[in-house]
């Protein structure tokens, strides 16, 4: 186990992404606690779910921007090196062969920060997850 030095809280991994304080309460929250130089990309990554799931609700699920309507579609979060995506594991199965340049496992493609954001991909996978049904 691996106790985080600024709040206490103890987790599996060591150096676990993790909020020390409460999580945020919404995605506008969520990404102005993030770094400066990622907050652009996360902008970039919600805006293109939004105009591809205009009808979904934009709700904080497991501590990540989560979009919502009847069930969970699609969340997405920063990490240190990469911008995760969780579409889950069907979707990451039905896409396999655009994301030969993405590490992925189970149901969550890593979109490092060093190469730009496949925002086509995104938004066809967000689009999918919503016309498929529940995939968390």
Known sequence: MWKCPKCGR???????????SQPPKTIDAYIAAQPESVQPLLHQVR?????????????????????WNKHNIIHFAAFKNHIGLYPGDKAIKNFSSRLTEY????GTVRLPYNKPLPLKLIADIAKWCCETGDHH
Not at 103 to 106: A, D, E, G, L, R
């Open 47 to 67: 805006d293109t779910i939004r105009g591809v799931l205009p009808e979904a609700q934009e709700r904080i699920s497991w501590s990540m921007p989560t979009y």
């Open 10 to 20: 103890e987790f599996k991994n060591r150096n676990q992404d993790h909020f020390c």
């Open 103 to 106: 590490k992925t496992s189970k």
